[in-house]
């Protein structure tokens, strides 16, 4: 008997390193979930999430206590089959719009006998981005730095060989005067950009009155639009919130604002509409400027895409404010259209997902990719 007692012993399958008890999660085990570098969820037998971490509500996976995506459900009973582990990357849209998507690497462990799964998701999306974007960008740059550094190179020498005609050092010094301000734009743009790749702001979000941040980006155009007498239009009483980085999202606002000012005859007007539709946003910005060729139209939000460098270099523009209008509305699962007619001005339009507490907008998970799955 007690051989066969040792025997029984021996074929028993060896207890999972992430054993829980079957009724509860362990503070222990909970503690070492929250110690990984990971968001996770914890299933029981009968698919109801018994614990999930804080950041989970980012990726939109949970309704009604259950994993809500397809290609993460296939998962899990894949590793109840097998009782082995089994890793898979996931492809989730950022909102209902636009192309920002997470990149996940998840992984799905048994948890001893008891039915139970742990779900890990690694973000990599991040760096993936950031490697790529990093590849062009210093190249950009350098380029970009040259030009107003040579300038005020140039303009030195100018003044040291002016030294005995006043007239041409005071003109000098107002060109080094623009030059350095063009510097000092271009590096704060730079900075700028460089936060928001290294950022994710769904992450940290909070919720506000979409109407708070226009009537804040309009605040911070008016020395701009007084004197280039530009009147800017807006009226809305809308509640609609939206999740978010606030200040992002009115960088956004005040860079299309800018850039229609900037762009437009003195003595027009700039027109902002806001209206919800379908469960999202739409923010317009309308103005009565020189339009842009349809040619370029596809490529205006480029990092330094300029559709006329001379005007740039007149109205002080980096190359910078549509990247990084797009590039937060992106993140902020959102999207941006242009609409334009050279001569007729130009149409730009923000589409974000409306918040609400009622909803999480779980529908888009279930739209999910999964890529590479193995054990």
Same mark, same amino acid.
């Given at each position: 008997?007690?051989?066969?007692?040792?025997?029984?012993?021996?074929?028993?399958?060896?207890?999972?390193?992430?054993?829980?008890?079957?009724?509860?999660?362990?503070?222990?085990?909970?503690?070492?979930?929250?110690?990984?570098?990971?968001?996770?969820?914890?299933?029981?037998?009968?698919?109801?999430?018994?614990?999930?971490?804080?950041?989970?509500?980012?990726?939109?996976? &949970? @309704?009604?206590?259950? $994993? /809500? %995506?397809? #290609?993460?459900?296939?998962?899990?009973?894949?590793?109840?089959? !097998?009782? =082995?582990?089994?890793?898979?990357?996931?492809?989730?849209?950022?909102?209902?719009?636009?192309?920002?998507?997470?990149?996940?690497?998840?992984?799905?462990?048994?948890?001893?006998?008891?039915?139970?799964?742990?779900?890990?998701?690694?973000?990599?999306?991040?760096?993936?981005?950031?490697?790529? &974007? @990093?590849?062009?960008? $210093? /190249? %950009?740059? #350098?380029?970009?730095?040259?030009?107003?550094?040579?300038?005020? !190179?140039? =303009?030195s020498e100018a003044v040291l060989g002016a030294s005995d005609d006043p007239e041409a050092i005071t003109r000098f010094a107002n060109r080094m005067q623009t030059e350095a301000k063009r510097l000092s734009d271009l590096v704060q743009e730079?900075?700028?950009?460089?936060?928001?790749?290294?950022?994710?702001?769904?992450?940290?979000?909070?919720?506000?009155?979409?109407?708070? #941040?226009?009537?804040?980006?309009?605040?911070?155009?008016?020395?701009?639009?007084?004197?280039?007498?530009?009147?800017?239009?807006?009226?809305?009483?809308?509640?609609?919130?939206?999740?978010?980085?606030?200040?992002?999202?009115?960088?956004?606002?005040?860079?299309?604002?800018?850039?229609?000012?900037?762009?437009?005859?003195?003595?027009?007007?700039?027109?902002?509409?806001?209206?919800?539709?379908?469960?999202?946003?739409?923010? #317009?910005?309308?103005?009565?400027?020189?339009?842009?060729?349809?040619?370029?139209?596809?490529?205006?939000?480029?990092?330094?895409?300029?559709?006329?460098?001379?005007?740039?270099?007149?109205?002080?523009?980096?190359?910078?404010?549509?990247?990084?209008?797009?590039?937060?509305?992106?993140?902020?699962?959102?999207?941006?259209?242009?609409?334009?007619?050279?001569?007729?001005?130009?149409?730009?339009?923000?589409?974000?997902?409306?918040?609400?507490?009622?909803?999480?907008?779980?529908?888009?998970?279930?739209?999910?990719?999964?890529?590479?799955?193995?054990?």
């Amino acid at each position: 008997m007690a051989w066969l007692k040792r025997k029984e012993e021996e074929n028993r399958p060896a207890p999972s390193l992430f054993a829980v008890p079957q009724s509860s999660l362990a503070p222990e085990f909970i503690d070492l979930l929250r110690a990984v570098d990971a968001e996770s969820i914890v299933l029981n037998a009968s698919d109801i999430v018994d614990y999930s971490s804080e950041g989970i509500a980012t990726f939109n996976l &949970i @309704r009604d206590e259950r $994993v /809500a %995506n397809e #290609s993460l459900i296939r998962l899990v009973r894949a590793v109840r089959r !097998s009782g =082995l582990a089994q890793e898979a990357t996931l492809e989730l849209p950022r909102g209902p719009v636009g192309a920002g998507t997470h990149d996940l690497l998840v992984r799905v462990l048994p948890l001893g006998n008891a039915g139970q799964v742990a779900i890990l998701i690694f973000d990599d999306s991040e760096m993936r981005r950031l490697d790529s &974007i @990093r590849r062009d960008f $210093v /190249a %950009n740059i #350098s380029h970009e730095l040259k030009t107003p550094i040579g300038a005020l !190179s140039i =303009l030195s020498e100018a003044v040291l060989g002016a030294s005995d005609d006043p007239e041409a050092i005071t003109r000098f010094a107002n060109r080094m005067q623009t030059e350095a301000k063009r510097l000092s734009d271009l590096v704060q743009e730079i900075i700028n950009l460089s936060r928001l790749q290294d950022d994710d702001p769904l992450k940290r979000a909070g919720t506000f009155p979409i109407v708070e #941040s226009i009537r804040e980006a309009i605040d911070q155009s008016r020395l701009t639009s007084e004197s280039r007498r530009t009147d800017i239009i807006f009226a809305s009483d809308s509640t609609a919130l939206v999740k978010g980085d606030q200040v992002q999202i009115t960088m956004a606002i005040h860079n299309l604002i800018e850039n229609a000012i900037n762009y437009s005859p003195e003595g027009t007007r700039v027109a902002i509409a806001l209206k919800t539709q379908d469960g999202l946003l739409e923010i #317009s910005v309308s103005d009565q400027g020189i339009g842009i060729p349809e040619k370029d139209l596809e490529r205006i939000f480029e990092r330094f895409y300029r559709v006329d460098p001379a005007r740039s270099r007149l109205t002080g523009g980096t190359g910078l404010g549509l990247s990084i209008v797009k590039h937060i509305v992106t993140n902020h699962g959102g999207d941006i259209a242009v609409w334009s007619v050279e001569g007729a001005g130009s149409t730009f339009t923000i589409r974000l997902p409306i918040f609400t507490p009622e909803s999480t907008d779980l529908d888009n998970a279930e739209n999910t990719t999964a890529v590479e799955a193995h054990s």
